[in-house]
């Protein structure tokens, strides 16, 4: 089974305007951590925010913000404020288990692509 | 700035060539790395966990002998695409997380190496 869905293979949003890209996600861990990431087109991945299976605020990061919602396993991401170079592909990822140690593995949805439009 | 530094950024080469990938952490000491496989227009997948001092931990389905992972200081992590093919074209992208930090700390990323083979 698919541990990280995005269902949105592509967005459109005009400059200036909010977006909602979504990601569901499937675990058993009662521990997890959920990032997105943006890959412009030049491919490197760009690290946006984090939400902590425990954590009980939403994250923000400026304007990111994550709507974590528990008990429907989604965590989708919010940007508020559209900028031009927005446009982007945007990935979720999974890392289940928890701890300090460096060697855990990410699990990726398919990503979505964005297009901020003037 | 980069953490992560990943080398060469472009590779053309001819079928049946051995292609080496570098991945450098660049102020930290990443006992693990990770190696993932992107196609055009689809998400990461892990092909494999790269040990300092050890074997590294390949993802099923992924040939061992093919693509060859050598973890020999804790701040590099080669990747060797042996008997390159056309097949093998994708962008392949490195990544290591800072060890000991918080369970909410990223995943650095290269800047990925995109690998065409002829």
């Known amino acids: 089974a698919q541990k990280i869905t995005q269902t949105q293979p592509g967005m459109f949003v005009q400059e200036k305007e909010a977006v909602t890209l979504d990601c569901t996600y499937d675990?058993?861990?009662?521990?997890?951590?959920l990032f997105w990431y943006k890959q412009p087109s030049s491919g490197e991945m760009i690290f946006l925010i984090y939400q902590g299976s425990y954590d009980q605020q939403n994250a923000t990061e400026g304007r990111y913000s994550l709507n974590f919602q528990k008990a429907r396993k989604s965590a989708n991401l919010v940007i508020s404020a559209s900028q031009l170079g927005d446009s982007a592909m945007y990935f979720c990822a999974m890392r289940e288990g928890q701890g300090n140690t460096g060697f855990q593995k990410l699990v990726f949805g398919t990503g979505t692509r964005l297009l901020v439009s003037p | 700035g980069a953490v992560v530094s990943q080398h060469p950024s472009w590779v053309i080469c001819k079928s049946g060539t051995s292609v080496k990938i570098e991945c450098r952490s660049l102020?930290?000491?990443?006992?693990?790395m990770f190696w993932y496989r992107q196609f055009p227009k689809q998400s990461l997948m892990l092909m494999a966990t790269s040990n300092e001092g050890s074997k590294a931990t390949y993802e099923q389905g992924v040939e061992k002998d093919k693509f060859l992972i050598n973890h020999a200081s804790l701040t590099l992590s080669t990747l060797t695409v042996t008997s390159a093919h056309p097949e093998d074209s994708s962008f392949y992208i490195c990544s290591a997380r800072r060890p000991g930090t918080s369970s909410g700390q990223p995943q650095h990323f290269g800047d990925g190496t995109r690998l065409s083979i002829l």
């Open positions: 102020d930290f000491q990443a006992t693990t």
């Open positions: 675990t058993s861990d009662p521990s997890y951590g």
